[in-house]
């Protein structure tokens, strides 16, 4: 069955091979065929089964907007679902929507099947939204057949929901318009073959809505024209606001612009059931500054002649760092207590520097006192995920339609007592959207994204700039910044091998929407100050980790303040200059992916990642 459409983006050609369910498609004579090895399967309690392996009737369709193929797949007398694949007119996008019929128990589906990607030429290359962005050459080296989250849309693993392919110079870009329940799976186990594809998982149990895959295919493009197609989509769906929308709401937005900032905290404690706690090393789990010692530590960034700070701070209540959630308050007793935290905050506030927290509602502690598994996230098997792997010991997940709840608790007891700037709420841009079968509160992953952003909202309504861990795309039209947003391998060790080649993929869409801190640590084979440059980020001039080894905290070269504050001053000139601006283009310069540049509106960024050598120039 053939379907030709002459569109906005010329003549598209969809085939579908009715014997092996293979399509193929021509655009402006450019063809992408499915890949037979990898057929569409759907998975149920019975296991995994072929598309083919259904009956299915086949229908041309033409309607007021574009024209596709419809095919019907039942198995006996029962209709299970359809899938339409249709090209729209006005755009020449090429639409896979999987439509259920029939609730039937299906887990997952697997559909469509990846284009058939086979060559050895450099020139052919995959991009995959993990972490900031990761561009896999097809003949690169290093095997990648799993992604961080099971590849899972809107979590570290896929900031953004959708992936592309180039082949020489046709392209294109495939956008998840559900992305909730979906995940990209990338196989790139050898060099000269990639495939990637989604994975469309149930919703809690059941395969209940419609799912969209759209494709834009490009004659002539690369990675920063599909970026660009990504920006006109999201703008068109009102998935984000830039920092000038975010300021018009916040005015304190301007003031982060050009910041540099702080990570450090004030108390730790690892519970003794906790996988952190160390039996040996009692120091290790308990520890505490004051926060009259951290303030003072801090009046040296004035005297260095630091005019924008952001101090971020952790471990700052009674429990410690990551004990206790929600039930955090008050300010550390033994560190000075609210009249110590006030008087950090002052101090801060008279250098002009700004001061927020960090906080957390998606870790439940069982040791919290007001911890009650009526309000935890619960499986459709009645269960309650739970783990002990952070230093506040067993824990649930709080489920997100309460988290707004104790937001407004919180929130309202800490501004009584101290002024905040900022507040990071942790986790929430990292990990996955949880879904809750409780039918006291059932939740999907959709809606889950919805309630954490209404905490964002909450606060950006109270005056307090929102943060957290990660950037996602969920997250645009209210986060003003984060923790970090670096490169993949920036969170292994600094000799791990690289699963491909970093590329800034979601600064090309959203440089002017979120402010970005970066790591500035110095290693012998790399400085990564020269990301933060080419990005046009904000740079981290002290990061006191956490948790040490993990999130990227490993040993850099030792760096002295002095060196810290001067090297920071060079990416917070930059950061004031192009925050607003959006990223246009970002390239690899003389063949080399160690000589790259970025080109913001007015300014444009080299550097020489094997020399170590960075260039600025006006546009
Ligand atoms: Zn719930």
């Not at 797949?73 to 299970?80: G, N």
């Not at 003949?139 to 592309?164: I, N, R, V």
């Not at 929102?466 to 950037?471: D, L, Q």
């Amino acid at each position: 069955m053939r379907i030709t459409n002459e569109t906005k983006q010329g003549l598209i050609r969809l085939t579908l091979d009715e014997t092996i369910l293979q399509y193929t498609i021509e655009a402006e004579g450019i063809r992408w065929s499915g890949d037979l090895n990898v057929p569409s399967t759907f998975e149920d309690v019975d296991g995994c089964h072929l598309f083919t392996d259904l009956q299915v009737e086949h229908r041309s369709v033409e309607n007021g907007v574009g024209s596709g193929i419809r095919s019907a797949f039942r198995r006996e007398a029962t209709p299970l679902f359809e899938t339409f694949v249709w090209i729209e007119q006005a755009s020449g996008a090429v639409r896979f929507e999987w439509i259920p019929l029939t609730e039937c128990g299906i887990k997952n589906v697997c559909w469509p099947e990846p284009f058939d990607f086979v060559s050895d030429r450099s020139d052919w290359y995959t991009l995959i939204p993990n972490g900031q962005g990761l561009l896999v050459p097809n003949d690169w080296p290093e095997p990648l057949t799993s992604l961080p989250f099971d590849g899972m849309f809107l979590t570290h693993g896929c900031y953004m929901p959708w992936f592309g392919q180039v082949k020489e110079e046709a392209g294109y870009i495939a956008i998840a318009e559900t992305p909730w329940n979906g995940r990209l799976k990338v196989d790139h186990a050898a060099p000269g073959a990639t495939s990637a594809a989604v994975i469309w998982d149930a919703s809690l149990g059941s395969m209940d809505y419609r799912r969209i895959l759209t494709f834009h295919f490009r004659k002539e493009c690369d990675y920063n024209e599909l970026c660009r197609i990504y920006r006109t989509y999201v703008m068109e769906h009102g998935l984000a606001a830039t920092l000038r929308e975010k300021a018009a709401r916040l005015p304190s937005v301007e003031r982060l612009i050009g910041a540099a900032f702080v990570h450090t905290g004030i108390k730790t404690h690892v519970d003794p059931d906790s996988s952190f706690f160390d039996p040996q090393q009692s120091d290790k789990n308990n520890h505490l500054t004051t926060f009259a010692e951290r303030q003072k530590e801090l009046e040296i960034y004035e005297k260095l002649g630091v005019e924008r700070l952001y101090v971020h701070l952790d471990g700052w209540a009674e429990p410690g760092y990551d004990n206790q959630h929600p039930d955090y308050l008050p300010a550390c007793e033994e560190a000075g207590g609210w009249e110590g935290m006030r008087a950090l905050s002052d101090s801060l506030h008279r250098q002009g520097y700004l001061f927020g927290i960090h906080d957390q509602y998606r870790d439940y502690y069982h040791k919290a006192p007001s911890y009650d598994a009526d309000y935890a996230v619960q499986d459709p098997e009645g269960t309650y995920p739970q783990h002990a792997r952070w230093a506040g010991g067993p824990q649930s997940y709080l489920c997100a339609t309460q988290a707004p709840y104790y937001v407004r608790r919180n929130f309202q007891e800490i501004l009584a007592h101290v002024p905040l700037d900022g507040a990071y709420l942790d986790v929430f841009t990292c990990n996955e959207g949880d879904e809750c079968a409780n039918p006291l509160h059932r939740m999907t992953r959709r809606e889950c994204y919805e309630y954490r952003r209404q905490c964002f909202d909450w606060l950006i309504a109270h005056g307090i700039l929102p943060s957290s861990e990660e950037v996602s795309d969920w997250s645009m039209r209210s986060l003003v910044f984060c923790h970090y947003a670096p490169y993949a391998f920036q969170l292994e060790t600094p000799d791990a091998p690289r699963k491909g080649v970093p590329v800034p993929l979601f600064n090309l869409v959203y440089h002017d929407c979120v402010i970005i801190p970066w790591m500035m640590d110095r290693y012998p084979e790399q400085d990564h100050m020269l990301y933060a440059l080419l990005n046009g980020g904000a740079p981290y001039v002290r990061r006191d980790p956490a948790y040490v080894g993990i999130d990227g905290a490993f040993a850099g070269e030792e760096i002295s303040v002095e060196e810290a504050v001067e090297r920071s001053k060079t990416v917070c000139r930059l950061h004031a200059q192009v925050a607003l601006e959006r990223m246009q283009e970002h390239h690899f310069l003389n063949g080399s992916y160690e000589q790259q540049e970025t080109v913001f509106e007015t300014m444009r960024v080299r550097v020489d990642l094997k020399a170590g050598t960075y260039e600025i120039f006006e546009v």
